[in-house]
């Protein structure tokens, strides 16, 4: 068996002296692990770090083998985010994610796609990155089939003046409906359903929202917790824009 595809390192741990077991999320075969030969050497540890983009190729003799790896690194994202060590926990925060919630050797061509995007404007400095980022949380969970409803009002159907989301069902309820049950309910930002502009405290009830969800249908019903890369983000990103009061854009 063999097959060469293009890859997104999530994670590598350390296997026997030198070797090491490398997650890559690829694009048409999804999460897949392989041995990388040397991978845990001081020459190769850089091309494996969280991020960082390979050219992979794959083989084994059959099928269900673990099998072995050989990567060329095509772009270090890690590398780039070495001064912002906000972004940098964003980008293994969102690694982290994929490497416990998605079943293996699936594809989700789409998902890789956004993610893709997703580290490139962290690598960028792109300031809408934030914003992206909790978008492409809600893209994992659609992805594995928990998608948000935030389209119209689960009460009323109306379309206009959507404020808040239900905690169970994950549909949008309008602010005239929602008003009596806010304390209940999970506040909706603009910016998912159409402003421009996403300030910091917009984005951190995003960040909210899709964790609740997160929690609710990936790592609760396994009586598991959120990965400890998502909590030290979410720490990083509160700490970090309450010193600095700022506003970011959205990108789409």
């Not at 699936?106 to 993610?115: N, R």
């Not at 359903?193 to 997160?214: H, K, M, N, Y």
Request: charged residues 20%; neutral net charge; hydrophobic residues 45%.
């Amino acid at each position: 068996m063999e097959w060469s595809d293009e890859g997104i390192v999530l994670a590598a741990r350390r296997h026997g002296e030198a070797s090491a077991v490398v997650q890559l999320f690829t694009h048409a075969h999804g999460r897949h692990a392989g041995l990388v030969r040397g991978g845990a050497g001081s020459k190769a540890r850089g091309v494996y770090q969280s991020g960082n983009l390979v050219a992979a190729r794959w083989r084994a003799r059959l099928s269900e083998h673990l099998g072995a790896y050989t990567c060329e690194p095509v772009k270090s994202h890690a590398a780039a985010l070495l001064d912002d060590p906000l972004g940098l926990a964003a980008l293994t925060s969102a690694c982290a994610l994929l490497a416990v919630s998605l079943p293996e050797r699936h594809p989700y061509p789409v998902l890789y796609d956004a993610t893709l995007s997703l580290i490139e404007a962290l690598a960028g400095g792109e300031p809408a990155w934030p914003a992206l980022y909790v978008r492409w949380e809600l893209d994992l969970l659609r992805e594995l089939g928990f998608g948000l409803d935030l389209t119209r009002c689960a009460a009323t159907g109306a379309t206009d003046d959507l404020a808040y989301v239900s905690p169970k069902s994950g549909r949008a309820v309008s602010r005239a409906a929602g008003e009596p049950w806010r304390t209940r309910l999970l506040p909706l930002p603009g910016f998912l359903i159409g402003a421009a502009e996403a300030g910091t405290a917009d984005v951190a009830a995003g960040l909210r929202l899709s964790g609740s969800f997160l929690d609710r249908h990936l790592f609760a019903p396994h009586e598991r917790k959120l990965p400890a890369a998502r909590e030290r983000f979410i720490e990083r990103f509160t700490r970090t824009t309450t010193r600095s009061g700022g506003i970011v854009a959205d990108a789409e």
